[in-house]
């Protein structure tokens, strides 16, 4: 298989919240995503302000220089949690880095979305917003480990 490249550029960035990239405790973050006017007009917003949560794409970009996990590995380092591979967790190792977040909308200021709950630092390049529709929910029952429970439990 040959590997392809994909070029994108951040559409904004995070202002505000946290400055580095604890584990636990993200329910209370505030910040803002500034999106970017040399990308959008004021117009891209419209109707945002309908939705009470958002997803954003973002960039991990804080300690570029960790190695990138392909492999399986204890999640946390927590020896008592089983090895499981990089696509059965959400680290930050990923082979691009990329992050996912649902977090919640608290108003919408022109290009700067106000947000409540985003596991996401200051400067964070944002690579897309989408808003998050009940459609597009999971359908049937939900499964997951139980030390991905275990994580979750102080996560927010």
């Given at each position: 298989?040959?590997?392809?490249?994909?070029?994108?550029?951040?559409?904004?960035?995070?202002?505000?919240?946290?400055?580095?990239?604890?584990?636990?405790?993200?329910?209370?973050?505030?910040?803002?995503?500034?999106?970017?006017?040399?990308?959008?007009?004021?117009?891209?917003?419209?109707?945002?302000?309908?939705?009470?949560?958002?997803?954003?794409?973002?960039?991990?970009?804080?300690?570029?220089?960790?190695?990138?996990?392909?492999?399986?590995?204890?999640?946390?380092?927590?020896?008592?949690?089983?090895?499981?591979?990089?696509?059965?967790?959400?680290?930050?190792?990923r082979p691009n880095r990329i992050g996912v977040s649902i977090c919640r909308l608290d108003r919408v200021e022109g290009l700067a979305l106000h947000v409540?709950?985003?596991?996401?630092?200051?400067?964070?390049?944002?690579?897309?917003?989408?808003?998050?529709?009940?459609?597009?929910?999971?359908?049937?029952?939900?499964?997951?480990?139980?030390?991905?429970?275990?994580?979750?439990?102080?996560?927010?």
């Amino acid at each position: 298989m040959t590997r392809e490249t994909i070029h994108m550029q951040p559409i904004g960035h995070i202002r505000g919240g946290r400055v580095t990239a604890t584990k636990d405790n993200w329910g209370r973050e505030r910040a803002v995503i500034e999106l970017s006017p040399e990308v959008f007009s004021p117009e891209a917003t419209m109707g945002l302000e309908l939705q009470s949560h958002i997803e954003v794409v973002f960039h991990f970009h804080l300690h570029a220089d960790e190695p990138m996990e392909t492999a399986a590995r204890h999640p946390r380092g927590r020896e008592d949690w089983p090895r499981v591979g990089i696509l059965a967790q959400r680290g930050r190792m990923r082979p691009n880095r990329i992050g996912v977040s649902i977090c919640r909308l608290d108003r919408v200021e022109g290009l700067a979305l106000h947000v409540i709950g985003l596991d996401a630092v200051d400067g964070t390049p944002v690579l897309d917003v989408k808003p998050v529709w009940s459609g597009y929910r999971p359908r049937g029952a939900l499964r997951e480990p139980d030390w991905a429970v275990e994580i979750m439990a102080s996560y927010w």
